[in-house]
């Protein structure tokens, strides 16, 4: 970020957040950018075979008795649930690549 602020000329003295500089250069922020992610490799999961075992893996359900305590973060049911609301996507949307990319992106996706 500093180096962001040294390229636009801004000075401490401005007392500008990064996030105003960022909606200035039209820069997500890491959440942006790891949502995206988790959703292009959802989207990678699903359009392989049945039979792949990757797609197997996602779609394994074990039956049988949990650890005592908080139970763990379940990677498909919460945050994919989680993003997927955020974005507005439906999980067949996800099979049609051109679709999927373009839904999935994130602002500065275009500049990267």
Do not use: F, Y
């Not at 650890?67 to 067949?92: F, S, T, V, Y």
């Amino acid at each position: 970020m500093t180096m962001l602020k040294w390229l636009l000329g801004v000075s401490l003295k401005e007392k500008r957040t990064d996030k105003g500089i960022n909606e200035i250069e039209g820069i997500c922020g890491i959440e942006e950018k790891g949502r995206e992610a988790r959703l292009k490799c959802l989207g990678h999961v699903k359009r392989r075979e049945k039979g792949q075992v990757i797609r197997r893996a996602l779609e394994l359900s074990i039956a049988s008795k949990r650890r005592q305590g908080r139970p763990l973060k379940c990677w498909k049911d919460e945050d994919m649930l989680e993003d997927m609301n955020e974005k507005g996507i439906a999980e067949d949307l996800t099979m049609n690549l051109d679709d999927s990319r373009r839904a999935t992106r994130a602002k500065d996706s275009d500049l990267c």
